[in-house]
């Protein structure tokens, strides 16, 4: 499936919305959630900020590699997610 066409828009909390624009479903796609990280300070005395830094955007290679597991799992006869 070489060739699609897909828009893809990040959340305000870091996730992401793929629509799948040359599919045979309009609006069709998938979404993925926020990064997410663990993050305990070691006590009081702890440098650490109190939150998390701001994680970086998704790079393209990870944007594609998201939108070819997407196109492998699709049923090429509905343009859907394949039952089996």
Sequence with gaps: MDGQL???MVQPDGGCRYTWVTGPNPGYGFSS???Q???QRV???DPTPPAPLPLPLTTVGRHRQSIR???AEIDPET???SEE
């Design 69 to 71: 597991d997407f196109l």
């Design 79 to 81: 343009g859907y997610f």
């Design 33 to 35: 959630g926020a990064p």
């Design 43 to 45: 006590g009081r005395a």
């Design 6 to 8: 897909f828009q893809v």
């Design 37 to 39: 990280v663990a993050w």
